[in-house]
């Protein structure tokens, strides 16, 4: 009997090893790509229009003297870069939970008009207030975000049916395409106004300094710590609604958390920097080929992935053209474009 039982107890343990192991592999690789991202923010306060030899560049991060190479590094590229670092998570995470939310492996934060309420409202503040400073324009970027995205789910949530995923996405990309032709409308009519605006509409990150990160630290901050929590229930929402509320999970309550952290990730993202494409949409996408579909593990793998491809694109930025600068936003779009091409082309595309 008690061989029996020992044979028992050995063949109800041995499931429970599978997940500790997978648990403890995506543990190590996303430490893995933590150090990665250490490493290449270090390279992005090497690398610049000036070249300072990394051990000057070592003693002036950890004893700043207040000398110039000291206000290189401190004022001008650690601050950009953790710009690039933050910016990078926030993108990652939006596009993480659109895609959970609408259950569409290849949707972006667009969908939600987010990028343009932002454009439009860039804009309306340039065209007609004459705004031209980014500390100014950056809260316009910041309130139109959000009240085109409010706007859309308003929208989506008329009639008995409420606010689904396919309903918000077709709202979403019809009010994105009527404010984009009247900012477009407004460009034309104005076109001598908006000289200052074309670096902030290539996705930029040149020229921000702690000012801005201090403006989106906030919002960013609560998006993710709502994003935190958001992992559970939106893996049951992934099973279908009428499941997910049988699992006990609280549909149109995720639902409107996950459309607020969406708005506040990607509003101040897009209102820092400008529209970045693609990092939204492929991180996640290719987080999932190793995490799998469990909204748990995608969104720190994103958060980190997607800074890590941001501020790696700053760095290919920097130097591809020296000494003139590519704007991030085109890195990211040549990088992102050949990925895309890449998924559309797997025959068993990455599920949620």
């Given at each position: 009997?008690?061989?029996?039982h020992?044979?028992?107890?050995t063949?109800?343990?041995?499931?429970?090893?599978?997940?500790?192991?997978?648990?403890?592999?995506?543990?190590?690789?996303?430490?893995?790509a933590?150090v990665?991202?250490?490493?290449?923010?270090?390279?992005s306060?090497?690398?610049?229009?000036?070249g300072?030899p990394?051990?000057?560049?070592?003693t002036?991060?950890?004893?700043p003297?207040?000398?110039?190479?000291?206000?290189?590094?401190?004022?001008?590229?650690?601050?950009?870069?953790?710009?690039?670092?933050?910016?990078g998570?926030a993108?990652?995470?939006?596009?993480?939970?659109i895609?959970?939310?609408?259950r569409?492996?290849?949707?972006?934060?667009?969908?939600?008009?987010v990028?343009a309420?932002?454009?439009?409202?860039?804009?309306?503040?340039i065209?007609?207030f004459?705004?031209?400073?980014?500390s100014?324009?950056?809260?316009?970027?910041?309130?139109?975000?959000?009240?085109?995205?409010?706007?859309?789910?308003a929208?989506?949530?008329?009639?008995?049916v409420?606010?689904?995923p396919i309903?918000?996405?077709?709202?979403?990309?019809?009010l994105?395409?009527?404010?984009?032709?009247?900012?477009?409308?407004?460009t034309?009519?104005?076109?001598?106004?908006?000289?200052?605006?074309?670096?902030?509409s290539?996705?930029?990150?040149?020229?921000?300094?702690w000012?801005?990160?201090a403006?989106?630290?906030?919002?960013?901050?609560?998006g993710?710590?709502?994003?935190?929590?958001?992992g559970?229930?939106l893996?049951?929402?992934?099973?279908?609604?009428?499941?997910?509320?049988?699992?006990g999970?609280?549909?149109?309550?995720?639902?409107?958390?996950?459309?607020?952290?969406v708005?506040?990730?990607?509003?101040?993202?897009?209102?820092?920097a400008?529209?970045?494409?693609?990092?939204?949409?492929?991180?996640?996408?290719?987080?999932?080929?190793f995490?799998?579909?469990d909204?748990?593990w995608?969104?720190p793998?994103s958060?980190?992935g997607?800074?890590?491809?941001?501020?790696?694109?700053?760095?290919i930025?920097?130097?591809?053209l020296?000494?003139?600068?590519?704007?991030?936003?085109?890195?990211t779009?040549?990088?992102?474009?050949?990925?895309?091409v890449?998924?559309?082309?797997?025959?068993?595309?990455?599920?949620?």
């Open positions: 009997m008690t061989v029996l020992d044979q028992e107890v063949r109800t343990a041995r499931p429970a090893q599978g997940p500790v192991r997978v648990t403890v592999s995506r543990t190590l690789f996303l430490l893995a933590a990665l991202l250490a490493v290449v923010f270090l390279l306060l090497w690398v610049g229009a000036r300072i990394f051990a000057e560049i070592w002036a991060l950890w004893h003297d207040g000398g110039e190479t000291s206000f290189i590094v401190h004022e001008m590229r650690m601050s950009r870069a953790s710009l690039a670092l933050v910016l998570a993108l990652g995470v939006a596009g993480a939970l895609q959970a939310l609408t569409n492996p290849l949707a972006d934060t667009g969908i939600l008009g990028g309420g932002a454009n439009v409202a860039v804009v309306i503040a065209g007609l004459g705004v031209t400073a980014i100014q324009y950056l809260w316009f970027a910041f309130v139109g975000a959000i009240l085109v995205t409010v706007l859309v789910y929208l989506g949530s008329i009639g008995s409420g606010a689904t309903r918000l996405t077709l709202v979403g990309v019809a994105g395409a009527l404010l984009g032709g009247f900012a477009s409308a407004i034309m009519l104005h076109p001598e106004s908006f000289d200052d605006m074309l670096r902030w290539a996705g930029s990150l040149a020229g921000r300094g000012g801005t990160l403006t989106v630290a906030v919002p960013i901050a609560i993710l710590a709502i994003a935190a929590v958001a559970r229930p893996n049951a929402i992934s099973l279908g609604d009428d499941l997910a509320r049988s699992l999970a609280n549909v149109v309550r995720t639902r409107i958390l996950v459309i607020i952290a708005t506040l990730l990607a509003g101040a993202a897009t209102a820092a400008g529209p970045i494409g693609f990092v939204g949409l492929m991180v996640p996408h290719v987080v999932r080929w995490t799998g579909p909204q748990r995608i969104i793998f958060a980190v997607a800074a890590l491809l941001l501020l790696a694109s700053d760095v930025g920097r130097v591809v020296a000494p003139q600068e590519l704007e991030v936003g085109i890195v779009a040549f990088v992102g474009a050949p990925v895309l890449l998924l559309a082309r797997r025959t068993k595309v990455s599920g949620l």
